[in-house]
Protein backbone atom coordinates (compact mmCIF):
# COMPACT_ATOMS: atom_id res chain seq x y z
CA UNK A 1 0.00 0.00 0.00
CA UNK A 2 2.78 2.58 0.82
CA UNK A 3 4.91 1.53 -2.01
CA UNK A 4 2.08 2.26 -4.71
CA UNK A 5 1.32 5.56 -2.47
CA UNK A 6 5.10 5.86 -3.09
CA UNK A 7 5.01 5.14 -6.83
CA UNK A 8 2.11 7.94 -7.19
CA UNK A 9 4.14 10.20 -6.26
CA UNK A 10 7.16 9.82 -8.32
CA UNK A 11 5.97 12.05 -11.45
CA UNK A 12 4.87 14.89 -9.00
CA UNK A 13 8.20 14.20 -7.05
CA UNK A 14 10.00 14.80 -10.32
CA UNK A 15 8.25 17.81 -11.17
CA UNK A 16 8.37 19.10 -8.09
CA UNK A 17 5.04 19.51 -7.26
CA UNK A 18 4.51 17.88 -3.73
CA UNK A 19 3.86 19.47 -0.47
CA UNK A 20 6.60 19.49 2.04
CA UNK A 21 4.95 16.56 3.66
CA UNK A 22 4.91 14.53 1.19
CA UNK A 23 8.42 14.88 0.18
CA UNK A 24 9.44 14.01 3.60
CA UNK A 25 6.93 10.92 3.62
CA UNK A 26 8.64 9.63 0.56
CA UNK A 27 11.99 10.26 1.70
CA UNK A 28 11.19 8.23 4.96
CA UNK A 29 9.69 5.28 2.84
CA UNK A 30 12.68 5.13 0.51
CA UNK A 31 14.90 4.45 3.52
CA UNK A 32 12.93 1.28 4.13
CA UNK A 33 12.14 0.60 0.69
CA UNK A 34 15.23 0.19 -1.35
CA UNK A 35 12.88 -1.48 -3.94
CA UNK A 36 11.31 2.14 -4.08
CA UNK A 37 14.31 4.55 -3.74
CA UNK A 38 15.91 2.38 -6.84
CA UNK A 39 13.08 2.76 -9.00
CA UNK A 40 12.87 6.76 -8.51
CA UNK A 41 16.41 6.49 -8.95
CA UNK A 42 15.93 4.94 -12.16
CA UNK A 43 13.16 7.22 -13.52
CA UNK A 44 15.53 10.61 -11.91
CA UNK A 45 18.66 9.66 -14.42
CA UNK A 46 16.32 8.60 -17.53
CA UNK A 47 14.65 12.22 -17.07
CA UNK A 48 17.97 14.01 -16.25
CA UNK A 49 19.43 12.25 -19.48
CA UNK A 50 16.29 13.42 -21.51
CA UNK A 51 16.86 16.82 -20.40
CA UNK A 52 20.29 16.68 -20.83
CA UNK A 53 19.45 16.35 -24.70
CA UNK A 54 21.01 19.41 -26.42
CA UNK A 55 18.27 21.76 -28.30
CA UNK A 56 18.43 21.66 -32.03
CA UNK A 57 19.24 24.13 -34.12
CA UNK A 58 17.82 26.53 -36.90
CA UNK A 59 19.31 26.56 -40.40
CA UNK A 60 21.00 29.58 -40.68
CA UNK A 61 18.00 30.58 -43.75
CA UNK A 62 15.03 29.35 -41.76
CA UNK A 63 13.61 32.58 -41.20
CA UNK A 64 13.80 33.55 -44.74
CA UNK A 65 12.79 30.36 -46.47
CA UNK A 66 9.92 30.51 -43.75
CA UNK A 67 8.73 34.21 -45.06
CA UNK A 68 9.15 33.24 -48.33
CA UNK A 69 7.33 30.24 -48.07
CA UNK A 70 3.91 32.05 -46.02
CA UNK A 71 4.43 34.76 -48.34
CA UNK A 72 3.60 32.23 -51.20
CA UNK A 73 0.76 30.34 -49.16
CA UNK A 74 -0.66 33.24 -48.76
CA UNK A 75 -1.23 34.50 -52.02
CA UNK A 76 -1.85 31.17 -53.14
CA UNK A 77 -6.10 31.38 -54.44
CA UNK A 78 -7.04 27.88 -52.42
CA UNK A 79 -5.16 26.27 -49.99
CA UNK A 80 -7.58 23.91 -48.90
CA UNK A 81 -5.71 20.48 -49.88
CA UNK A 82 -7.19 18.79 -52.64
CA UNK A 83 -8.04 15.58 -52.62
CA UNK A 84 -5.16 13.40 -50.66
CA UNK A 85 -3.46 9.99 -52.41
CA UNK A 86 -4.53 7.90 -50.54
CA UNK A 87 -8.44 9.12 -51.38
CA UNK A 88 -7.66 7.69 -54.98
CA UNK A 89 -7.69 3.93 -54.90
CA UNK A 90 -11.39 4.39 -53.01
CA UNK A 91 -12.89 7.35 -55.72
CA UNK A 92 -11.87 4.63 -58.11
CA UNK A 93 -13.47 1.82 -56.45
CA UNK A 94 -16.74 3.72 -55.83
CA UNK A 95 -17.18 5.07 -59.16
CA UNK A 96 -16.21 1.88 -60.24
CA UNK A 97 -18.97 0.50 -58.52
CA UNK A 98 -21.12 3.22 -59.06
CA UNK A 99 -20.48 2.62 -63.28
CA UNK A 100 -21.04 -1.36 -63.03
CA UNK A 101 -24.51 -0.57 -60.84
CA UNK A 102 -25.73 1.57 -62.90
CA UNK A 103 -25.21 -0.44 -65.90
CA UNK A 104 -26.88 -3.20 -63.90
CA UNK A 105 -29.50 -1.81 -63.25
CA UNK A 106 -30.05 -0.62 -66.56
CA UNK A 107 -29.72 -3.92 -68.28
CA UNK A 108 -31.65 -5.17 -65.39
CA UNK A 109 -34.17 -3.14 -66.86
CA UNK A 110 -34.02 -3.42 -70.21
CA UNK A 111 -34.19 -6.94 -70.02
CA UNK A 112 -37.50 -7.16 -68.80
CA UNK A 113 -40.77 -6.84 -70.36
CA UNK A 114 -41.85 -2.79 -71.23
CA UNK A 115 -44.93 -3.82 -68.98
CA UNK A 116 -42.81 -5.25 -66.42
CA UNK A 117 -40.66 -2.70 -66.85
CA UNK A 118 -43.29 0.27 -66.22
CA UNK A 119 -44.77 -1.35 -63.01
CA UNK A 120 -40.71 -2.37 -61.62
CA UNK A 121 -40.04 1.60 -62.01
CA UNK A 122 -42.73 2.40 -60.24
CA UNK A 123 -42.59 -0.08 -57.71
CA UNK A 124 -38.73 1.56 -57.17
CA UNK A 125 -39.61 5.07 -57.15
CA UNK A 126 -43.09 4.69 -55.06
CA UNK A 127 -41.70 4.45 -51.17
CA UNK A 128 -43.41 7.40 -49.55
CA UNK A 129 -45.18 7.68 -46.55
CA UNK A 130 -48.17 5.34 -46.09
CA UNK A 131 -51.07 7.29 -44.80
CA UNK A 132 -53.04 3.82 -44.54
CA UNK A 133 -55.44 1.60 -46.62
CA UNK A 134 -57.28 2.71 -49.59
CA UNK A 135 -60.71 2.02 -50.29
CA UNK A 136 -61.04 -0.89 -51.98
CA UNK A 137 -56.92 -1.86 -52.06
CA UNK A 138 -55.75 -4.24 -49.35
CA UNK A 139 -52.14 -3.64 -49.29
CA UNK A 140 -49.33 -5.09 -46.60
CA UNK A 141 -49.05 -2.64 -44.13
CA UNK A 142 -45.51 -1.00 -44.30
CA UNK A 143 -43.79 -2.69 -40.55
CA UNK A 144 -45.14 -6.02 -41.60
CA UNK A 145 -43.43 -8.43 -44.22
CA UNK A 146 -40.67 -7.89 -46.40
CA UNK A 147 -39.27 -4.76 -48.86
CA UNK A 148 -40.37 -6.52 -51.47
CA UNK A 149 -43.74 -7.21 -50.62
CA UNK A 150 -43.79 -3.19 -49.68
CA UNK A 151 -42.99 -2.19 -52.75
CA UNK A 152 -45.07 -4.88 -54.51
CA UNK A 153 -47.52 -3.38 -52.64
CA UNK A 154 -47.31 -0.07 -52.89
CA UNK A 155 -47.17 -0.42 -56.92
CA UNK A 156 -50.41 -1.50 -56.74
CA UNK A 157 -52.05 1.30 -55.23
CA UNK A 158 -52.93 4.67 -56.26
CA UNK A 159 -50.85 7.52 -56.04
CA UNK A 160 -53.43 9.91 -53.97
CA UNK A 161 -53.76 7.61 -51.52
CA UNK A 162 -50.15 8.67 -50.49
CA UNK A 163 -49.53 11.85 -48.42
CA UNK A 164 -47.34 14.24 -49.71
CA UNK A 165 -47.59 17.02 -47.69
CA UNK A 166 -44.01 16.13 -45.89
CA UNK A 167 -42.38 16.09 -49.72
CA UNK A 168 -39.13 17.95 -50.17
CA UNK A 169 -38.33 19.11 -53.49
CA UNK A 170 -34.66 19.00 -54.62
CA UNK A 171 -33.58 20.30 -57.53
CA UNK A 172 -29.80 17.90 -59.14
CA UNK A 173 -30.32 19.89 -62.60
CA UNK A 174 -30.75 18.02 -65.18
CA UNK A 175 -32.81 15.97 -62.73
CA UNK A 176 -35.70 17.32 -60.72
CA UNK A 177 -36.51 14.74 -57.58
CA UNK A 178 -39.32 14.76 -55.50
CA UNK A 179 -39.55 12.24 -52.29
CA UNK A 180 -40.65 9.38 -53.43
CA UNK A 181 -40.52 10.44 -57.16
CA UNK A 182 -38.43 10.69 -59.59
CA UNK A 183 -38.43 12.86 -62.90
CA UNK A 184 -35.58 13.47 -65.41
CA UNK A 185 -35.66 16.17 -67.08
CA UNK A 186 -33.75 16.49 -70.07
CA UNK A 187 -32.80 20.11 -71.66
CA UNK A 188 -32.91 20.56 -75.64
CA UNK A 189 -33.64 18.11 -78.00
CA UNK A 190 -29.52 17.11 -78.46
CA UNK A 191 -29.47 15.56 -74.89
CA UNK A 192 -28.63 12.09 -75.25
CA UNK A 193 -31.99 9.92 -73.84
CA UNK A 194 -29.78 7.52 -72.37
CA UNK A 195 -28.75 9.54 -69.14
CA UNK A 196 -31.89 9.25 -67.57
CA UNK A 197 -31.40 8.87 -63.95
CA UNK A 198 -33.75 6.90 -61.55
CA UNK A 199 -33.09 7.61 -57.79
CA UNK A 200 -35.23 5.45 -55.21
CA UNK A 201 -34.72 6.58 -51.27
CA UNK B 1 0.47 38.35 -32.86
CA UNK B 2 -1.60 41.70 -33.74
CA UNK B 3 0.39 43.16 -35.39
CA UNK B 4 1.12 39.77 -37.62
CA UNK B 5 -3.25 39.27 -37.78
CA UNK B 6 -3.42 42.64 -39.50
CA UNK B 7 -0.42 41.30 -42.05
CA UNK B 8 2.82 42.87 -41.18
CA UNK B 9 4.99 40.58 -42.69
CA UNK B 10 8.16 42.35 -40.87
CA UNK B 11 6.19 40.88 -37.11
CA UNK B 12 5.80 37.57 -38.90
CA UNK B 13 9.66 37.39 -39.55
CA UNK B 14 10.53 38.29 -35.72
CA UNK B 15 7.56 35.54 -34.66
CA UNK B 16 9.61 33.29 -36.87
CA UNK B 17 12.53 34.13 -35.23
CA UNK B 18 11.57 33.76 -31.75
CA UNK B 19 9.95 30.52 -31.86
CA UNK B 20 11.68 28.83 -34.86
CA UNK B 21 14.47 26.93 -32.30
CA UNK B 22 11.54 25.76 -29.72
CA UNK B 23 9.51 24.49 -33.04
CA UNK B 24 12.12 22.64 -34.16
CA UNK B 25 13.11 21.25 -31.28
CA UNK B 26 9.77 20.20 -30.50
CA UNK B 27 8.73 18.72 -34.15
CA UNK B 28 12.39 16.69 -34.53
CA UNK B 29 11.94 15.37 -31.03
CA UNK B 30 9.02 13.79 -31.40
CA UNK B 31 9.83 12.76 -35.17
CA UNK B 32 13.08 12.07 -34.33
CA UNK B 33 14.09 13.24 -37.53
CA UNK B 34 15.89 16.57 -38.11
CA UNK B 35 15.45 16.99 -41.94
CA UNK B 36 11.27 16.33 -41.94
CA UNK B 37 11.47 18.58 -38.72
CA UNK B 38 12.50 21.52 -40.34
CA UNK B 39 9.87 20.93 -43.28
CA UNK B 40 7.31 20.65 -41.03
CA UNK B 41 8.60 23.41 -38.35
CA UNK B 42 8.28 25.71 -41.42
CA UNK B 43 4.65 24.32 -42.46
CA UNK B 44 3.44 25.31 -38.62
CA UNK B 45 4.82 28.94 -39.27
CA UNK B 46 2.99 29.18 -42.83
CA UNK B 47 -0.42 27.83 -41.35
CA UNK B 48 -0.11 30.46 -38.35
CA UNK B 49 0.49 33.23 -41.30
CA UNK B 50 -2.55 31.86 -43.48
CA UNK B 51 -4.79 31.45 -40.48
CA UNK B 52 -3.86 34.54 -38.58
CA UNK B 53 -7.01 36.12 -38.64
CA UNK B 54 -8.37 32.82 -36.75
CA UNK B 55 -6.01 33.39 -33.76
CA UNK B 56 -8.12 34.73 -30.49
CA UNK B 57 -6.63 38.16 -29.23
CA UNK B 58 -6.44 37.33 -25.62
CA UNK B 59 -5.03 33.52 -25.79
CA UNK B 60 -1.89 32.71 -25.43
CA UNK B 61 0.56 33.09 -28.69
CA UNK B 62 2.43 29.92 -27.86
CA UNK B 63 -0.76 27.63 -27.11
CA UNK B 64 -1.75 28.71 -30.10
CA UNK B 65 1.47 28.05 -32.11
CA UNK B 66 2.17 24.59 -30.17
CA UNK B 67 -1.03 23.11 -30.71
CA UNK B 68 -0.31 23.63 -34.58
CA UNK B 69 3.25 22.19 -34.47
CA UNK B 70 1.44 19.55 -32.26
CA UNK B 71 -1.69 18.75 -34.84
CA UNK B 72 1.00 18.10 -37.52
CA UNK B 73 3.58 16.34 -35.73
CA UNK B 74 0.59 13.91 -34.66
CA UNK B 75 -0.32 13.93 -38.27
CA UNK B 76 3.34 13.08 -39.79
CA UNK B 77 3.37 10.07 -37.04
CA UNK B 78 0.41 8.69 -38.26
CA UNK B 79 1.11 9.12 -41.69
CA UNK B 80 5.04 7.18 -41.33
CA UNK B 81 3.05 4.53 -39.01
CA UNK B 82 0.37 3.96 -41.87
CA UNK B 83 3.74 3.84 -44.69
CA UNK B 84 5.45 1.59 -41.77
CA UNK B 85 2.20 -0.85 -41.59
CA UNK B 86 2.50 -1.13 -45.99
CA UNK B 87 6.12 -1.75 -45.76
CA UNK B 88 6.39 -4.60 -43.12
CA UNK B 89 10.06 -4.78 -43.75
CA UNK B 90 10.67 -1.47 -42.53
CA UNK B 91 8.56 -2.23 -39.03
CA UNK B 92 10.51 -5.25 -38.54
CA UNK B 93 14.30 -3.19 -39.00
CA UNK B 94 12.49 -0.27 -36.54
CA UNK B 95 11.53 -3.24 -33.83
CA UNK B 96 14.69 -4.68 -33.90
CA UNK B 97 16.46 -1.46 -33.71
CA UNK B 98 14.11 -0.30 -30.52
CA UNK B 99 14.29 -3.28 -28.75
CA UNK B 100 18.28 -3.02 -28.63
CA UNK B 101 18.45 0.70 -27.24
CA UNK B 102 22.13 0.90 -26.54
CA UNK B 103 25.37 2.39 -27.02
CA UNK B 104 27.54 0.76 -29.36
CA UNK B 105 31.19 -0.32 -27.30
CA UNK B 106 33.06 2.62 -27.15
CA UNK B 107 36.61 1.78 -28.46
CA UNK B 108 39.73 2.85 -27.30
CA UNK B 109 40.32 6.34 -27.59
CA UNK B 110 37.20 6.97 -28.96
CA UNK B 111 36.11 11.00 -29.66
CA UNK B 112 34.04 11.75 -27.10
CA UNK B 113 31.91 13.86 -29.42
CA UNK B 114 30.83 10.61 -30.89
CA UNK B 115 29.78 8.94 -28.05
CA UNK B 116 27.95 11.83 -26.88
CA UNK B 117 26.33 11.72 -30.64
CA UNK B 118 25.63 8.08 -30.17
CA UNK B 119 24.27 9.37 -26.92
CA UNK B 120 21.72 11.62 -28.52
CA UNK B 121 20.58 9.42 -31.03
CA UNK B 122 19.74 6.62 -29.00
CA UNK B 123 17.84 9.18 -26.37
CA UNK B 124 16.08 10.19 -29.33
CA UNK B 125 15.32 6.45 -30.70
CA UNK B 126 13.60 5.95 -27.31
CA UNK B 127 11.81 9.29 -27.04
CA UNK B 128 10.22 8.19 -30.70
CA UNK B 129 9.59 4.29 -29.47
CA UNK B 130 7.29 5.70 -27.08
CA UNK B 131 3.60 5.87 -28.10
CA UNK B 132 2.45 9.01 -30.22
CA UNK B 133 -0.16 10.17 -27.96
CA UNK B 134 2.29 9.94 -24.69
CA UNK B 135 4.97 11.15 -27.05
CA UNK B 136 3.60 14.55 -27.54
CA UNK B 137 2.76 15.56 -24.03
CA UNK B 138 6.12 14.25 -23.08
CA UNK B 139 8.38 16.36 -25.49
CA UNK B 140 5.57 19.19 -24.43
CA UNK B 141 6.25 18.88 -20.99
CA UNK B 142 9.74 17.37 -20.49
CA UNK B 143 11.66 18.88 -23.17
CA UNK B 144 9.66 22.18 -23.82
CA UNK B 145 8.45 22.70 -20.12
CA UNK B 146 4.92 23.80 -20.78
CA UNK B 147 3.05 23.37 -17.94
CA UNK B 148 0.01 20.59 -17.67
CA UNK B 149 -2.93 22.98 -17.89
CA UNK B 150 -1.32 24.79 -21.30
CA UNK B 151 -0.38 21.04 -22.59
CA UNK B 152 -4.08 19.81 -21.92
CA UNK B 153 -5.11 23.11 -23.84
CA UNK B 154 -2.83 22.36 -27.11
CA UNK B 155 -4.26 19.01 -27.39
CA UNK B 156 -7.10 18.99 -26.13
CA UNK B 157 -7.10 16.59 -22.75
CA UNK B 158 -8.40 17.57 -19.44
CA UNK B 159 -5.16 18.05 -16.87
CA UNK B 160 -5.28 14.42 -15.59
CA UNK B 161 -5.20 13.02 -18.72
CA UNK B 162 -2.00 14.78 -19.36
CA UNK B 163 -0.23 13.87 -16.02
CA UNK B 164 -1.29 10.23 -16.59
CA UNK B 165 -0.20 10.30 -20.28
CA UNK B 166 3.27 11.91 -19.16
CA UNK B 167 3.65 9.42 -16.15
CA UNK B 168 2.91 6.80 -18.67
CA UNK B 169 5.56 7.90 -20.89
CA UNK B 170 8.15 8.59 -18.27
CA UNK B 171 7.58 5.05 -17.65
CA UNK B 172 8.17 3.54 -20.82
CA UNK B 173 10.95 5.63 -21.27
CA UNK B 174 12.85 4.25 -18.45
CA UNK B 175 12.19 1.04 -19.03
CA UNK B 176 13.53 1.66 -23.27
CA UNK B 177 16.99 3.55 -21.71
CA UNK B 178 17.34 1.10 -18.54
CA UNK B 179 20.37 -0.79 -20.94
CA UNK B 180 21.66 2.51 -21.55
CA UNK B 181 21.76 3.70 -18.43
CA UNK B 182 23.29 0.70 -16.71
CA UNK B 183 25.92 0.46 -19.73
CA UNK B 184 26.70 4.07 -18.94
CA UNK B 185 27.11 3.31 -15.07
CA UNK B 186 24.35 6.75 -14.66
Same mark, same amino acid.
Given at each position: ????? =????????????????? /????????? @?? =????????????????? @???????????????????? /???????? /????? @???? #?? #??????????????????????????????????????????????? +?????? @?????????????????????????????????????????? +???????? /????????? | ???????????????? %??????????????????????????? $???? $? !??? %??? !??????????????????????????????????????????????????????????????????????????????? !?????????????? !???????????????????? %??????? %????????????
Amino acid at each position: MSCKR =ARNLFGRTWDDEVTQAE /REWLEGHFV @SC =AACRAEYEGLARTMELV @SSMPREESPADFVERTVARA /RRAATEPD /RVPGI @SHRW #IP #ITAAAALLAVLGGSAIQWAGLSTAPEQRSTTQAAAIQQPTWVGPAPG +TTPAAP @SSGTDEQLVAGAATVPDSVFNHGDDVEFILDPVTLRKGRAHT +TIRGTDAP /RGQQATITF | MGRVAEGDERAFTELV %RRFQGRVINLVSRVLNDREVSDDLAQE $VFVR $V !YVH %RRN !YRRGSKFSTWLFTIAANLAKNEIRRRVRRRNWFSLDALQEMVNDSAIQLADPKEGQDVELQRAQLKQAIGKAIAAVPEK !YRIALVLRDLEGFP !YEEIGEMLKIPGGTVRSRIN %RARGILK %RKLQPLLRKEGL
